[in-house]
């Protein structure tokens, strides 16, 4: 099971972290991912981070490279996005998802999925 939360209304330029708390599974197996789906538009991978056996390598998208983090914290079972310089564009419903795999990957399939959580930036 994953469960999102930290979503929320932002200004353009603002910031937020997302956190994502995973149970019922190995999280240690298993490779992270966030996603985002704006309104009207497929579901995008923006980052996504290696099982912990895989020494947490990361990977972000372009459009967010710099602005966005992906880390996880294996004794909590918890993930985060960090988002800062969020800009209108970046307006979407996030979810994050596992995949048992050593390393990550932005593009699907995944395992299991969150319900997500909503962030709008206004302008």
């Known amino acids: 099971r994953l469960v999102e939360s930290g979503g929320g209304v932002v200004q353009s330029g603002g910031s937020l972290r997302l956190s994502c708390a995973a149970s019922?599974?190995?999280?240690?197996?298993?490779?992270i991912g966030w996603f985002r789906q704006a309104p009207g538009a497929e579901r995008e991978g923006v980052a996504c981070i290696s099982s912990a056996r895989a020494g947490d390598t990361s990977y972000h998208i372009d459009s967010v490279k710099g602005r966005f983090t992906i880390a996880r914290d294996n004794a909590k079972n918890m993930v985060y996005l960090q988002m800062s310089s969020l800009k209108p564009e970046d307006t979407a419903v996030y979810s994050c998802a596992a995949v048992r795999s050593l390393y990550c990957s932005p593009y699907e399939p995944y395992d299991y999925w969150g319900q997500g959580t909503q962030v709008t930036v206004s302008s």
């Open positions: 019922g599974f190995t999280f240690n197996d298993y490779a």
